[in-house]
């Protein structure tokens, strides 16, 4: 099996994600899991090496929603710095370059949630709104999901 495409650099990573955005009735599906329920992020996960970006984020929402979905279009491309908190990247600078894809979401979809994070850690879905006050990243999804645009936006946040 082909291995995620995190790879070591100096004294942290970089990581190469997908993320997809699942909207349905006004709000959007999001993952979360039980070593920090206290804040959401995207349905999506690490390119595997070999695969595109496309072919990523149909497996990861298959994988994390047990549904196999089409893609639209792509959205936003994501450059992000910020602190790994895993057990094995913790403190570890990790520069993430992530593609947001939006999904052809199914009239009758019902996900359901049989994913661990890769520090095996039981994983959830949940529907939010955009003005939810929980902690959800990327935080760019608050405002950019109120009216979706065709095209591609590109977003840095840096919270080195």
């Given amino acids: 099996m082909n291995k995620d495409i995190c790879v070591p650099c100096e004294n942290g990573f970089v990581n190469i994600r997908v993320g997809a955005i699942i909207l349905k009735d ?3 599906l999001m993952a ?3 070593r920090s329920p206290e804040y959401m992020y995207s349905v999506g ?3 595997k090496f070999g695969e595109t970006a496309e ?3 149909v497996r ?3 994988e994390e929603t047990g549904v196999k979905m089409e893609i639209d279009r792509l959205g936003f491309i994501h450059e992000n710095f910020f ?3 895993s057990d094995t990247k913790r403190g570890k600078l990790i520069y993430e370059i992530s593609f947001f894809f939006y999904m052809k979401v199914p009239e009758n979809f019902e996900p359901i949630s049989n994913s661990f994070t890769e520090d095996g850690h039981k994983e959830f879905l949940r529907w939010i709104s955009p003005d939810d006050p ?3 990243f990327p935080e760019f999804f608050r405002t ?3 009216k979706p645009q065709n095209g591609v936006k590109h977003f840095i946040t840096d919270n080195r």
């Fill in 60 to 62: 990861e929402v298959f």
């Fill in 134 to 136: 929980v902690r959800y």
């Fill in 26 to 28: 006004g709000k959007f």
């Fill in 83 to 85: 602190y790994g908190d």
């Fill in 32 to 34: 979360g899991n039980n």
């Fill in 45 to 47: 996960g690490r390119i």
């Fill in 55 to 57: 072919e990523a984020v």
């Fill in 144 to 146: 950019e999901l109120l």
